[in-house]
């Protein structure tokens, strides 16, 4: 599975960071997790670029995660890609709805296919061609955590390795022992300790989440950054350090490497 990076910014633009997009790749098949604003430039400099993303998969639906859902069916509809399909939590498919009712013309430009998947309910979905298993976070609107693998990659004596993503979400210890047996997992790490802040995590409660946690994962990577990141990335990791001694590392826009 190759994971690629597009966006690892939030509400806030810096300049150096789109807002949150991640995309999968594995035997031929591909994922789009989010598509803020600025993930349909960012896919136009990718092989796979936006002719090739036939199906994106939702976090939550706060405006730095779905701002290109239209662009990206309007890039699609004039390359002459004639479908596209959106997961995401219950009330997805009322989200696009209403999105269209604005803009009209892109009415029936495409075929959409459009579906919610629940989540807390042990039940794995299938998803492009991945396997998918989604937890609810702590957030200010309802929001999905995601584990992805994809049969391509298991060896048949061992299962295939798991990408989580954790979307938009306060640090527990339960969403981190969700994660138990990721190989590399993408866990938003909005503001630095200093910060006052809710529906968002902190190094200071991350550390503390997975210290707590019982869950062992190989990699994490912070995303969903906020301006106000820029500048002390050291004293965060140092951090999660405090009580977390785990591979921590930054995310950062174009970041693209193999799971194996």
């Not at 701002?67 to 069916?73: C, S």
């Not at 350090?241 to 590392?249: H, P």
């Amino acid at each position: 599975m190759r994971v690629t990076f597009l966006g690892t910014g939030s509400a806030m633009p810096t300049g150096e960071r789109f807002q949150t997009g991640i995309l999968l790749e594995a035997a031929g098949d591909r994922l789009l997790i989010d598509c803020g604003s600025g993930v349909l430039h960012a896919l136009a400099t990718t092989e796979a670029g936006y002719e090739g993303i036939d199906t994106v998969l939702l976090t939550h639906h706060h405006l730095d995660h779905v701002a290109d859902l239209l662009p990206l069916m309007k890039a699609r509809w004039l390359a002459g890609e004639e479908s596209l399909e959106i997961v995401g939590p219950p009330g997805t498919p009322d989200l696009v709805d209403d999105l269209l009712s604005v803009h009209e013309y892109m009415q029936d430009r495409i075929d959409l296919t459009l579906r919610g998947v629940g989540a807390d309910t042990d039940e794995s979905f299938d998803v492009a061609g991945f396997t998918g298993e989604a937890m609810e976070t702590r957030h200010s609107l309802p929001c999905n955590a995601y584990r992805l693998s994809h049969s391509a990659d298991g060896d048949g004596e061992t299962d295939p390795p798991v990408f989580g993503f954790s979307g938009d979400s306060e640090a527990f210890p339960e969403l981190v022992t969700f994660f138990d047996g990721a190989a590399v997992l993408a866990h938003d790490c909005s503001f630095p300790d200093d910060v006052d802040v809710s529906n968002h995590p902190t190094p200071d409660s991350l550390g503390e989440a997975f210290a707590t946690a019982d869950a062992d994962i190989g990699r994490v990577y912070l995303t969903h950054l906020y301006p106000h990141t820029e500048g002390h990335h050291e004293e965060m990791l140092d951090s999660v350090a405090e009580r977390y001694d785990g591979d921590v590392r930054f995310a950062r826009d174009g970041l693209s490497f193999e799971i194996r």
